[in-house]
């Protein structure tokens, strides 16, 4: 007894706190694993630094008052990089957020125009508040515990098909076309260099995966990055046809971050302004929205990553929960919107990302990229690609263990994979998933199969799905 416990000892005190703390050795993970998973998962959210001055920065509020780029530009890092960093050492997760798409454009399209920015950004912190309080109250644990297990399966699998769609349009490998939903390319068929970086990028990823060389993903994104930068500079390609970011180096490294918008939010007002009905529904629509968005994207990089248990249930699920919450709220203080978890996340997960240290690595290059704005810009869209298409490959995996032979798991699972990348939207397909598992589980006399809870989340979903009938039942749309 005393041999074995003398034996152990070193093992235990031989590891570092940091070791300790963020349980890597547990989770089968090292440092150059998490530093290597954070800087993808930053690379492949790199984006939102430009997408999302973007969208709110070309949004007028009801009195057609704008935002500054650049000042919304210093926000989104700031809050996105304290809040990951704090979803790091609290929640212990490979777990990023940063301003959330799906609630930027209810912000951008759907509230300021019936109110100011102040009073939109309350909107928002409410949003934290209320998912907080869900948080607390044990509500959002047990909503994610309610879940049937195939259908836990169907959600991570549809975000892959979200994620690689996301990846296949950035690189404008597929787009819109006139005459069809999608099409190949933006005019029928390929063309153009910055489909072929991210082709470039894409093949060097899969092979060095299919080697299993560590930093495969990483690697492609540098190769698509260099790749981008020489064939900008020496074939004159169009800034245009790269998208929101084009691969050029900068005139300057580094400029000075503009902290104005910061506090600029009004808890009240827009109960006056838009009315306590209109106000009332956006709220709904932000707090759902994020929660079902947050639900899925926490399922599906815990089950990428290894670290749920058998159930399906993630460790420290209450602290991921609460920051998710917490960053809703520093979204709206910042007036980036909600800083909320990112699916992206499963980028930094595919490169070997197993626990907290991973976020805070990339928390911290998010307020790095506050000083060094401009060489945000140098990563195109394309090369970024290359990692959410291989990501929803990977994540694609899972879907053999989804039960086909019946049809009650069956049709709501392929309605979860399919709603998402259709609709754009992870939190519809969780909502279409759950509608078809209640009425086909009671249709076939097994309604106690569904539970209290799952009942009472598809009654929310119709009324989700109908908010737009309702707006107009009560003349607020």
Known sequence: MTQANS??????????????????????????????GGLTTFMAM???????????GGAEDINGQTLDNAQLTTMTVLSAGFITILMGVIGRAPIALAAALGVMAVVAYQAVPQM???????????QGVAIILMVVTGVRTAVMNALPANLRVAIGVGIGMFVALIGLNNATFVSQGDSALLELGTVGHLAGWPVVVFIVGLLVSAVLLARAVPGAIFYGIVTATVLAVVVHSLFAVPDEAWGEQVPELPNQIMSSPDFSLFGQVDLFGAWTSAGVASAGIILFTLVLAGFFDALGTILAVGEKAG??????????????LTVDGAGAVSGG?????????????TAGVSEGARTGLASVVTGV????????????????????????????????????????????????????????????????????????????????GRSVEVGWLMWILTLVFVFYFAIGGVEILLGVS
């Not at 490959?393 to 989804?402: E, L």
């Open 333 to 345: 203080i910042t007036s980036s919107s909600a800083t909320l978890v990112f699916v992206e996340s």
């Open 365 to 444: 290059l998010f307020l790095l990229a506050m000083l060094f704005t401009p060489l945000t810009g140098i990563v195109p869209s394309q090369a970024a690609a290359c990692a959410l298409v291989l990501v929803g490959a990977m994540m694609m995996m899972h879907i053999g263990r989804i039960d086909w032979s019946d049809i009650t798991t069956a049709v709501p699972a392929f309605l979860t994979i399919a709603v998402m990348p259709f609709a754009y939207s992870i939190a519809h397909g969780i909502g279409a998933g759950i509608i078809a598992h209640t009425v086909l589980k009671t249709a076939q």
């Open 46 to 56: 790199a984006y939102i630094i430009v997408l999302n001055p973007l969208i709110l």
């Open 307 to 320: 670290i749920t248990d058998q159930r399906g249930r993630m460790p420290r699920v209450n602290e991921i």
């Open 7 to 36: 034996a152990s000892t070193p093992t235990r005190t031989g590891r570092s706190w940091l070791d300790r703390y963020f349980f890597i050795n547990e989770r089968g993970s090292t440092y150059g694993r998490e530093f290597r």
């Open 116 to 126: 100011t920015w102040p009073e939109a950004m309350g909107l928002v912190v409410w």
